[in-house]
């Protein structure tokens, strides 16, 4: 019955009677004449009621927004002087021979081209926040996206092949959700944080190309960037090393960008290691669109009194960094105290600096900083010669534990950047290798993996596991765009004398390992070859490519960031013969 969509409706319709459905995103009454913006999905167009019409002109007198219509009617020029080139539609308007209201709609608790909404009366209200032109683009745009991804893969012999949603609680990253067994009393199934487990299983079992676009779950806490349920592109591949399987990913990511949103990124994008990345920027995503680095002065403040720098330096994991913002000498001592603050967020118990006036008088004279006198001018000569510093300048610096440092003149290099202007904007991808396996938590007083237990180490490192798991590096790699992670991935164990190794080297005894993941140690001792992939953040991607400021703009129906859904108001309570039959008792 329908024509067309709305907003395809324009000059080729010239002289033709078409029917259209939509909603009334607006009504106006031009004193005898009645105009209602007709819109779908697609866009809008221009319905005329002319009041000879007598019926249809009373039912448009009593259209409000988001009535749902039919009309049918003629498609003409709009008259010289009213056409809106802004619009497919704009030169055209459908006068109308019939009008039927299929659905009126109560008074919207906000206007759909109102910019300025609260998020909390946007997700209450999802569904009407979803009918808003930018969110349709949005999804738009996903599904596009979505498509690329299936066809790439297809081209290169992947198959999607679904894995479970009911799996084994195997809480070794972020906190699972649990689901209770009605059948089995007491015993729980935990949703998936990745299919990873069964990826590799898919290895052994012989399809040597796997994808999924799937569902993950994840109970940690939220941030703009996260979720407590999102989308993973999920893809592993057997009998291909890292540089292959990155070539890959890098192409999928490249024709991803030039198919959805007609960009052309690198043709070849750049290899960082993720020592590297720590040493010059503090963070292994770092966005590279700002030129600000880290200078290094650790071992420089080994030999200085200044206690602040010197205990700092002499620590085992210790680091001294400096950040030096070129012409920022012009920043006012409460934007000083603002970037202090910010960076206490990281763990940072202050934030020293130094006004470079004169850098030819590395003294009291010539520089300014509270920090100033307690160094001598041997070694501020060193710090202005190390960062390259100008007059105009200013050096803030960082003295604690190496992960404090980083984390945190990381995140002020990036907030700076951004705030005063040294982005260079544009899309800067790269790639982070050669990950440490493992990481010492404090906490717990063992190593824990990095990424995730299942890595493979680096060939020749394998002695480390068992000698010394701190110089263990991994077969792993991060795809990184704009200082956002997009997609981590690594080759896989797939030995079991090795991947028990690992499982030791992180305090995992062989009960432990057998009861979590005893079918995993089996099936690698049944031929399994070797593999490795990578996972994809979709909601990351496409929230970048739509310029989504959070990926909840490109969900459909999001959690707050107290993982609350406000338009289904769960989570919520249940009845307590739903929980005895779950057996199931709520303290």
Known sequence: MRTDYCGHIDRRYLDQTVTLFGWAHRRRDHGGVIFIDLRDREGLVQIVANPENEALFHTAEDVRNEFVLKVTGLVRLRPEGTRNEHLRTGEIEVVAHTLEVLNPSLTPPFMLDDDNLSEPVRLEYRYLDLRRPAMQRNFRLRYRAAMTVRQYLDRLGFIDIETPMLTKSTPEGARD????????????????????????????????????????????????????????IDIETAFLDAPEIMDIME??????????????????????????????????????????????????????????????????????????????????????????????????????????????????????????????????????????????????????????????????????????????????????????????????????????????????????????????LAQAYDIVLNGWEIGGGSVRIHREEIQSKVFRALNIDTEEARAKFGFLLDALQYGAPPHGGLA?????????????????????????????????????????AQLRELHIKVR
Request: hydrophobic share 40%.
């Open 177 to 232: 959700y649990l689901v209770p067994s009605r059948v089995h009393h007491g015993e729980f199934y935990a949703l998936p944080q990745s299919p990873q487990l069964f990826k590799q299983l898919l290895m052994v079992a012989g399809f040597d190309r796997y994808y999924q676009i799937t569902k993950c779950f994840r109970d940690e806490d939220l941030r703009a960037d996260r979720q407590p349920e999102f989308t993973q």
């Open 251 to 472: 192409e999928l990511v490249r024709e991803l960008f030039r198919e959805t949103i007609q960009v052309n990124l690198d043709l070849s994008f750049p290899r960082m290691t993720w020592a590297e990345a720590m040493y010059r920027f503090g963070s292994d995503k770092p966005d590279l669109r700002i030129p600000l680095e880290f200078t290094e002065l650790t071992d420089l403040m080994r030999q200085v009194d200044f206690k602040v720098f010197r205990a700092a330096a002499d620590l085992k994991d210790g680091r001294v960094a400096a950040l030096k913002i070129p012409g920022g000498n012009t920043l006012t001592r409460k934007e000083i105290d603002d970037y202090t603050t910010f960076v206490g967020i990281y763990g940072a118990r202050g934030l020293a600096y130094i006004k470079v006036n004169d850098c030819t008088k590395p003294n009291e004279e010539g520089l300014q900083s509270p920090i100033v006198k307690f160094l001598d001018e041997s070694t501020l000569s060193q710090i202005l010669q190390r960062c390259g510093a100008a007059n105009g300048d200013l050096i803030f610096f960082g003295a604690d534990r190496a992960k404090v440092v980083n984390d945190a003149l990381g995140a002020l290099r990036v907030k700076i950047g951004h705030e005063r202007g040294f982005s260079s904007g544009g899309w800067k991808p790269l790639w982070v290798v050669d990950f440490p396996m493992f990481e010492y938590d404090d906490e717990s007083h063992r190593w824990v993996a990095l990424h995730h237990p299942f890595t493979a180490p680096k060939e020749g490192h394998e002695a480390f596991l068992d000698s010394d798991p701190s110089k263990a």
């Open 536 to 576: 994809f953040g979709f909601d990351r991607l496409v929230a970048m490519m739509t310029g989504a400021d959070q990926i909840r703009d490109v969900i459909a129906f999001p959690k707050t960031q107290r993982a609350q859904c406000l338009l289904t108001q769960a989570p919520s309570a249940v009845g307590e």
